[in-house]
């Protein structure tokens, strides 16, 4: 039988070898904390690589202008809505003026940045005044059934048209050369005025938009065409696909639903305006390689209606002063769209 002492070695000497083995156990332990901690913290930085690699871009260095940009507002249907305003100094009266519509969830200020203030830089230069109205919520309510539901009681058309109205009031602009430009969401409001302000709008300018499909379309066009229209679209745009198939971003955290192809909406407003033929279509290579097809509709009719195929952009408006997130794909500096749509505009005849 073992002696006392003996039996207390052999309890220290198990217990010695427990208190090893649970050593061993919890240094694993650590270790597969820390290698989870570290793999964790590495992703973190793989993915704040990323989101800054495709979400974050400089925005554009602010011009030398003539005038200033001034904040106001105004009253609809009980509603302050509010806008900003860049009027060139010593503007004459009688002077055009641009409406221009930001996206879905933004406002004037980053509609400024998206374009690289090519409009400001343009009214200087050619003589126009250009406002940035902000929709209600950072969203406008376009012909969409769907953003209606979102917007109830919202009416955009006449907000726009009282803004028009204002600055026809308070600077003199033409109440015969008011045009509107709208980049994404803000280019499905242009759409709308087209169909519903006809004879506000002289021309309308939608980038990077098309009109929605007829079960989600709820515009009735107030008479048989009149306002002329370009539409500026990248072939590759992911969220307001060329093509009208369902549009989407971030693997589909933000989505778009169908709508009918950027052609079939130029073709729609050629028909609306009474413009009989096929288009003419020319094809040029942009200073930065994209190709771009130009197709016109028009033949003496009072309206025309231009198409303006970007192959290979993305989501975005074209110029040279600003780069779009790389997110929405290919951001061309040439052509500079605000350019394009000008001259657009301004060969117009008033009506």
Request: proline share 7%; with cysteine; aromatic share 8%.
């Given at each position: 039988m073992p002696s006392l002492s003996r039996l207390r070695r052999m309890v220290c000497e198990a217990n010695a070898h427990t208190l090893v083995k649970w050593e061993i156990v919890v240094k694993k332990i650590l270790r597969f904390v820390l290698r989870l901690l570290m793999g964790g913290i590495a992703l973190i930085a793989i993915l704040a690589v990323l989101a800054g690699y495709f979400l974050y871009t400089p925005n554009p260095k602010l011009p030398p202008l003539s005038g200033a940009v001034t904040a106001g507002s105004i009253v609809i249907d009980g509603?302050?809505?509010?806008?900003?305003?860049?009027?060139?100094?010593?503007?004459?009266?009688?002077?055009?003026?641009?409406?221009?519509?930001?996206?879905?969830?933004?406002?004037?200020?980053?509609?400024?940045f998206e374009m690289g203030y090519s409009f400001e830089r343009l009214a200087d230069e050619r003589g126009f005044a250009v406002v940035y109205p902000n929709g209600q919520n950072g969203h406008w309510n376009t012909c969409e059934i769907d953003k209606d539901a979102s917007q109830p009681g919202i009416d955009d058309v006449r907000f726009l048209t009282a803004l028009a109205d204002k600055f026809i009031g308070e600077i003199?602009?033409?109440?015969?050369?008011?045009?509107?430009?709208?980049?994404?969401?803000?280019?499905?409001?242009?759409?709308?005025?087209?169909?519903?302000?006809?004879?506000?709008?002289?021309?309308?300018?939608?980038?990077?938009?098309?009109?929605?499909?007829?079960?989600?379309?709820?515009?009735?066009?107030?008479?048989?065409?009149?306002?002329?229209?370009?539409?500026?679209?990248?072939?590759?745009?992911?969220?307001?696909?060329?093509?009208?198939?369902?549009?989407?971003?971030?693997?589909?955290?933000?989505?778009?639903?169908?709508?009918?192809?950027?052609?079939?909406?130029?073709q729609y407003f050629a028909d609306l305006n009474g413009i009989l033929g096929r288009p003419v279509t020319t094809r040029s290579i942009s200073a930065d390689g994209f190709g771009i097809d130009?197709?016109?509709?028009?033949?003496?009719?009072?309206?025309?209606?231009?198409?303006?195929?970007?192959?290979?952009?993305?989501?975005?408006?074209?110029?040279?002063?600003?780069?779009?997130r790389r997110i929405l794909g290919p951001s061309p500096r040439d052509p500079n769209a605000a350019k394009v749509i000008w001259t657009f505009f301004e060969r117009q005849s008033p009506r």
């Amino acid at each position: 039988m073992p002696s006392l002492s003996r039996l207390r070695r052999m309890v220290c000497e198990a217990n010695a070898h427990t208190l090893v083995k649970w050593e061993i156990v919890v240094k694993k332990i650590l270790r597969f904390v820390l290698r989870l901690l570290m793999g964790g913290i590495a992703l973190i930085a793989i993915l704040a690589v990323l989101a800054g690699y495709f979400l974050y871009t400089p925005n554009p260095k602010l011009p030398p202008l003539s005038g200033a940009v001034t904040a106001g507002s105004i009253v609809i249907d009980g509603r302050t809505r509010t806008y900003q305003a860049y009027v060139p100094k010593g503007l004459s009266p009688g002077a055009p003026l641009i409406l221009a519509m930001h996206g879905s969830g933004e406002n004037g200020t980053a509609l400024r940045f998206e374009m690289g203030y090519s409009f400001e830089r343009l009214a200087d230069e050619r003589g126009f005044a250009v406002v940035y109205p902000n929709g209600q919520n950072g969203h406008w309510n376009t012909c969409e059934i769907d953003k209606d539901a979102s917007q109830p009681g919202i009416d955009d058309v006449r907000f726009l048209t009282a803004l028009a109205d204002k600055f026809i009031g308070e600077i003199g602009s033409d109440r015969n050369r008011v045009f509107g430009v709208g980049l994404s969401e803000g280019g499905y409001m242009a759409i709308r005025l087209a169909l519903e302000a006809p004879s506000h709008f002289r021309a309308v300018a939608p980038v990077a938009a098309n009109l929605s499909l007829p079960e989600n379309f709820q515009c009735r066009p107030v008479t048989q065409g009149g306002t002329s229209m370009i539409l500026v679209h990248g072939t590759r745009d992911p969220l307001v696909p060329y093509d009208g198939s369902e549009g989407s971003l971030l693997f589909g955290l933000i989505s778009n639903s169908k709508s009918r192809s950027t052609r079939a909406t130029a073709q729609y407003f050629a028909d609306l305006n009474g413009i009989l033929g096929r288009p003419v279509t020319t094809r040029s290579i942009s200073a930065d390689g994209f190709g771009i097809d130009r197709s016109v509709w028009g033949n003496d009719a009072v309206a025309e209606v231009e198409l303006v195929a970007i192959e290979g952009a993305g989501h975005v408006f074209p110029q040279p002063f600003y780069r779009a997130r790389r997110i929405l794909g290919p951001s061309p500096r040439d052509p500079n769209a605000a350019k394009v749509i000008w001259t657009f505009f301004e060969r117009q005849s008033p009506r």
